[in-house]
């Protein structure tokens, strides 16, 4: 079983920074592709930014030159360094991956974290 656990959520003000973290844990033996989406509320989930094992990286056009991703193949680890957060940014953050495992191919997503950016 693939665990995804997130941290680093919180409440923060306009212009702020929070600093998001995944560690994926349980028998992986490859991870391609490491990814944060988000989730507001009445909103469909949507693509923040992702990393490649090859290195390549792609953001949301709402989020580039503010939000910078970077992940550890070694440690199986993936975080998201939000700066000059909006309050539009305000959604619950999800963690994603796409491994190979025991069984295979496959995705897996974390919990959630809570963003809220409020003055």
């Known amino acids: 079983q693939v665990q995804l656990e997130e941290s680093g959520g919180g409440l923060v003000h306009p212009g702020g920074s929070l600093r998001l973290s995944c560690a994926a844990s349980?028998?992986?033996?490859?991870?391609?592709?490491m990814g944060w989406y988000r989730q507001a509320p009445g909103k469909q989930r949507e693509l923040v930014a992702t990393?490649?094992?090859?290195?390549?990286?792609n953001y949301a056009n709402s989020v580039k030159g503010r939000f910078t991703i970077s992940r550890d193949g070694a440690k199986n680890t993936v975080d998201l360094q939000m700066n000059s957060l909006k309050p539009e940014d305000t959604a619950v953050y999800y963690c994603?991956?796409?491994?190979?495992?025991?069984?295979?191919?496959?995705?897996?997503w974390g919990q959630g974290t809570q963003v809220t950016v409020s003055s």
């Open positions: 994603h991956i796409f491994y190979r495992g025991v069984s295979g191919w496959g995705n897996a």
């Open positions: 349980g028998i992986i033996f490859s991870i391609t592709e």
């Open positions: 990393g490649t094992n090859t290195g390549t990286t």
